[in-house]
């Protein structure tokens, strides 16, 4: 029995050697050292053409040094870096983001279908969420102070709410340059073209009129 298992600890740092890493990662790795995108190209690619001739300036962006506006319905502002807006970043698997929050500003429950996120407290005092997809929908939250760092797995459903007093700030890394955003009050509720009432009635056990309610709260 003990050589068996020896022969499947073999075995297992065998998998570890051979397996491409970089395959399963977010998104795919570089072949040259930079890549700066094209907007500009004709050429349609699965991310951005690169830029023929990249100069020093495609490598820094002014894009997160100033505070997004929070008023709004939410009271709070993303502000986001990609490589579509900061072209140096194409293809190196990486997006940035700035997040200013009201008192009692929140950004809703939503997800990053093509990266993990992790989030640095700046200033103020933050809730933060996120729901496991292991059957069980068990949420995980912590009250989050400046200096914080907290996790956000790839793909799960999470939240943050300022729970201070004042203003709040945040700073997010994501390991994509396209990591996408699901909101999932749009996503339900106002998707174009829109999900059937008669599916969303069943699965919320929702009355017809408390939908419609809900879908023109969203259009406000």
Known sequence: MAAFVHFLGFCFLGLLVAVPWGAIAADEDPLQDVCVADPNAQVKVNGFVCKAMPNASDFVSP???KAGSTNNKLGSSVTAAGAANFPGLNTQGLSFARIDYAPGGVVPPHNH?????????????????????????????????????????????????????????????LDSQNPGASLLPTVLFASNPTIGDDVLGKAFNLPQKEIDMIKAALKG
């Open 63 to 65: 894009l997160l040094r």
């Open 113 to 173: 279908p093509r990266a993990s996120e992790v989030l640095f407290v700046v200033a103020g005092t933050l809730r933060v969420g996120f729901v496991s997809s292991d059957g069980n929908s068990t949420l995980f939250t912590n009250t989050l102070y400046p200096g914080d760092l907290t996790v956000f797995p790839r793909g799960l459903v999470h939240f943050i709410i300022n729970v201070g007093d004042s203003q709040a700030f945040s700073l997010s890394g």
